[in-house]
């Protein structure tokens, strides 16, 4: 079966749109499974620009970087503020490398977080049903993320980190090469593209960009730490992964959040009510207007994921986050990461009474949705 066309994974373009009065898009490439583009906004102002999602790091971006400023007549100096609105590398990579060369301040949520953890396993950005969508389409094997550390030093130790998912099954483990590679490189101390944020924010606090101001709207979900902007005067919403044009976005079982499907869809109610908005720049993908819309398009995808669970459970009984996950996903898609989603929307379901949870003398969670 030939699978829908995604925009997200379309290749970045030269070109530099105004897609909103005074911001300009930017498509960077990426190579992430599942995607193909990450958008940079630049918001113009008399000082110069901010830019929202710098990419990934490294040369590469910093390069193809320029060459996008250059086209919409800015310089790196003009740079003055840097808005990272999650702790994903695609998204918070050129901010330490514009601090440095033009003295940006960095702005992201009080919560950014990003640690060797995150790095070593990956960092999920699609769910696994877009991510075999777009194997199908991809011949070449995406290339892995550059090495890091974690900024402050002293992640919290994850579950996983302890030989074990938190439902008992075998980690993700990224391939032999990588982790060798961020072994050396932390061996050698050349590890620090996190961002310092200078300027950490919270929901509510207003941000004067392209000579306007925007809301932080605190959207966790993604990630704990995502936020969009608001700008009420133009009706423009800076959406970040929370909601994507055509794809749904990962969300991982592995998280600070008890019930990260229940921050999210808690933040995709609260975004959906938002107005006026006229125009959604995301991520990835094209500029979009109906906001509320595709926020209840990306709810109905869990709630309908939340019902097949529950009926794989009728047929089940007693069973572990793996013979759900198997059920839930094609072969080609099964491993740590649909269990990772899978284990989301068995813990959410346990926490709204709808399903009960053992844990197995041999360390593994088995479920029963009753
Ligand atoms: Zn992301
Ligand atoms: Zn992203």
Partial sequence: MVRAHKQEQESAREEVTEVAPGVLRMELPIRMPGLGHVNCYALLDERGAAVVDPGMPG??????????????????????????????PDHFGGATRFAKESGARVIAHRSFRFGVAEATHGQPE????????HAERRTQEPREPSPTRDAAGHAPRPPWKQGRTPWGGEPPRPPLKMRMRWRLARLLGRLSFVPR?????????????????????HTPGHTEDHFCLHDPEEGVFLAGDHVLPTITPHISGVSLHADPLAAFF??????????????VLPAHGHPFTDLAERCRAIEKHHVERLEKVKAIG?????????????????????????????????????LLGMAEARRESDGRLFYSTG
């Fill in 59 to 88: 040369s590469a971006t910093w390069k193809t970087l320029q060459q996008r400023l250059r086209r919409a007549g800015l310089r790196v100096k003009d740079v003055h503020t840097v808005v990272v609105t999650h702790s994903h």
């Fill in 126 to 133: 699609v769910s696994v049903d877009d991510l075999a969508a």
């Fill in 197 to 217: 944020i200078s300027d950490p924010v919270s929901g509510g606090d207003v941000l004067r960009l392209a000579g306007r101001d925007w809301f932080v709207v």
């Fill in 266 to 279: 808690e933040s995709l109610e609260r975004v959906a009510t938002i107005q006026p908005v006229q125009q």
């Fill in 314 to 350: 009728r047929e089940l009984g007693l069973a572990p986050v793996e013979a759900f996950s198997q059920r839930l996903f094609k072969p080609r898609s099964w491993g740590a990461m649909a269990e990772s989603e899978t284990f989301a929307h068995l813990e959410h379901l346990r």
